[in-house]
């Protein structure tokens, strides 16, 4: 088992930043990928961000491209996602997912573990 922990929500005006943490521990050494996804009211969780141990590489949503940053540190098993230029649309509840499949991090699927969620709220 992996268990995740979320942290760094919280309540910030448009155009402001915040970053979010996320630490994995327990079974993590066969970890492939960790990414965000969100959930805003009403509507389904989406994929955010995402970042693959072996090579680095990132992955973005269009949305978030060029506003949202993440990075990693895979002997801590810690994620972070620096978002920027934050805007009311990017209101939801963040959740960090840990995969073990080589399959697509951009599907939710993919991902059999989950931190609790944190809150991040853009003020208009």
């Known amino acids: 088992q992996v268990q995740l922990v979320e942290s760094g929500g919280g309540l910030v005006q448009a155009g402001g930043s915040l970053s979010l943490s996320c630490a994995a521990s327990g079974r993590t050494v066969s970890n492939y990928a960790m990414g965000w996804f969100r959930q805003a009211p009403g509507k389904e969780r989406e994929f955010v961000a995402a970042i693959r141990w072996i090579d680095s590489t990132t992955y973005y949503a269009n949305s978030v491209k060029g506003r949202f940053t993440i990075s990693g540190d895979v002997a801590k098993n810690t994620v972070i996602l620096q978002m920027n230029s934050l805007e009311p649309e990017d209101t939801a509840v963040y959740y960090c997912?840990?995969?073990?499949?080589?399959?697509?991090?951009?599907?939710?699927?993919?991902?059999?573990?989950w931190g609790q969620g944190t809150q991040v709220t853009v003020s208009s």
């Open positions: 997912g840990a995969t073990v499949y080589s399959g697509s991090v951009y599907v939710g699927g993919q991902y059999p573990y």
